[in-house]
């Protein structure tokens, strides 16, 4: 069993070599993260620190999965739409469990505890986008997520492949 927590700026600092971790294992395993490799460690620090800025700002949560001994297994990102036509929605991103944890239900408690931030928020309309035949297309349909549409050659793999990607979409109450 697994905690999972929202982390601030200052925390998601101090925790940056276990995230850092979390994402490597992750585009490691193919995962569509938006990252090709080789992945640099400027790459990475820059990444982190726009994540940072924007939970500063206000526009981003980080929800990270913690083991009982407070191993980092996995995070996901909830990014809040902020044009005033959008309030109403928000974006999850970069939802990661390390290969070793995986089929466990993180990515399940991830994505729950991603819900209750999204309402919690004052959203009500989640989007997401994973690769077609992705590992985790499987999940966000379990979870009642629905599919809006494919795009083919949208995004590109690890190794540069152009690949087609599913958009998804889920109402919350």
Not at 32 to 50: I, K, M, N, R
Not at 117 to 124: D, L, V
């Amino acid at each position: 069993m697994v905690r999972i927590e929202s982390l601030t700026a200052a925390e998601a600092r101090d925790t940056i070599d276990d995230l850092t971790l979390v994402l490597r294992d992750a585009v490691a395993s193919g995962v569509s993260l938006g990252f090709v490799t080789p992945l640099d460690e400027s790459t990475v620090c820059h990444y982190w620190q726009g994540v940072m800025a924007q939970i500063a700002a206000g526009s981003r949560i980080l929800l990270v999965a913690r083991t009982e001994d407070g191993a980092l297994v996995g995070s996901a990102q909830l990014n809040l739409a902020t044009a005033p036509n959008s309030r109403h929605r928000a974006e999850v991103q970069k939802v990661c469990v390390l290969r070793s944890v995986r089929n466990q239900g993180i990515g399940t408690q991830l994505m729950r505890a991603i819900e209750a931030a999204t309402q919690a928020a004052g959203r009500s309309l989640l989007v997401l986008d994973t690769r077609k035949g992705g590992i985790a297309e499987g999940l966000y349909r379990k979870l009642g997520y629905i599919e809006g549409g494919v795009i083919p050659g949208y995004a590109r793999t690890v190794d540069g492949t152009l690949v087609a990607e599913a958009f998804f979409y889920r109402t919350l109450a």
